[in-house]
């Protein structure tokens, strides 16, 4: 699964790398560890205008729900059902590119996770890539507002992932700079489930606790 991640890098470098234009550059701030319980609003790309960068609410809220209590389910979205799990069948086409320069994840020392190592997972060099996402725009029928929103796509861990990630074998779908503009493109999902680039994991001690509730 993928419910923390990092995004450090100054706004100008988001900018280049994904030769797209912050809508708001103020609103932009550097994070070592993004939460996704928080259900914070980060930068993405998406394909209605891959030359902008906005800022959409992780936790994907479909267009037919009466509150925004299910965006704690749909932080994450398996690659594998998103054609047919409900929550996200209707958004397939709407994809989008959550740029980051890390992620965490917690490795199991014990059958049932009482003991963890953290680590941190990204690029060689620490540089930015993305994670594959699809997006919704919700409009609250309270409060008579819209709002952006996204999930991570996630898929079957590759063989670094299954050693860390060994409770439920999941990774996030992690684009290279060459294929992202076929993920925004509608490329077939089935293109993307093991695709990733090279990644190194380093253990960071002492271990944090992770909720994780799924």
């Given at each position: 699964m993928c419910f923390y991640s990092k995004l450090t890098k100054k706004a100008e470098e988001i900018e280049s790398r994904f030769k797209a234009v912050f809508t708001d550059k103020a609103r932009y701030v550097p994070n070592n560890e993004i939460k996704?319980?928080?259900?914070?609003?980060?930068?993405?790309?998406c394909s209605a205008d891959t030359a902008k960068i906005d800022f959409f609410k992780w936790g994907l809220i479909p267009v037919w729900s009466e509150d925004d209590n299910i965006k704690k389910y749909t932080l994450n979205a398996r690659i594998e059902t998103l054609e047919t799990k409900a929550s996200f069948m209707e958004y397939t086409g709407n994809r989008c590119l959550?740029?980051?320069?890390?992620?965490?994840?917690?490795?199991?020392?014990?059958?049932?996770?009482?003991?963890?190592?953290?680590?941190?997972?990204?690029?060689?060099?620490e540089g930015l890539f993305s994670f594959a996402g699809i997006w919704s725009l919700w409009k609250d029928p309270i409060q008579k507002t819209a709002l952006h929103t996204f999930t991570v796509i996630t898929t079957q861990a590759d063989s670094l992932m299954s050693e860390i990630h060994n409770s439920k074998k999941r990774m996030p779908v992690i684009l290279t700079e060459e294929n992202e503009k076929f993920w925004l493109q509608e490329a077939p999902l089935e293109d993307f489930k093991s695709v990733s680039p090279a990644l190194v994991a380093k253990k960071i001690s002492p271990a944090s606790p992770q909720l994780d509730l799924f």
């Amino acid at each position: 699964m993928c419910f923390y991640s990092k995004l450090t890098k100054k706004a100008e470098e988001i900018e280049s790398r994904f030769k797209a234009v912050f809508t708001d550059k103020a609103r932009y701030v550097p994070n070592n560890e993004i939460k996704a319980f928080d259900f914070p609003y980060l930068p993405v790309i998406c394909s209605a205008d891959t030359a902008k960068i906005d800022f959409f609410k992780w936790g994907l809220i479909p267009v037919w729900s009466e509150d925004d209590n299910i965006k704690k389910y749909t932080l994450n979205a398996r690659i594998e059902t998103l054609e047919t799990k409900a929550s996200f069948m209707e958004y397939t086409g709407n994809r989008c590119l959550i740029p980051a320069n890390g992620f965490y994840e917690w490795k199991w020392l014990d059958a049932k996770g009482r003991a963890k190592e953290k680590y941190e997972i990204g690029l060689q060099d620490e540089g930015l890539f993305s994670f594959a996402g699809i997006w919704s725009l919700w409009k609250d029928p309270i409060q008579k507002t819209a709002l952006h929103t996204f999930t991570v796509i996630t898929t079957q861990a590759d063989s670094l992932m299954s050693e860390i990630h060994n409770s439920k074998k999941r990774m996030p779908v992690i684009l290279t700079e060459e294929n992202e503009k076929f993920w925004l493109q509608e490329a077939p999902l089935e293109d993307f489930k093991s695709v990733s680039p090279a990644l190194v994991a380093k253990k960071i001690s002492p271990a944090s606790p992770q909720l994780d509730l799924f």
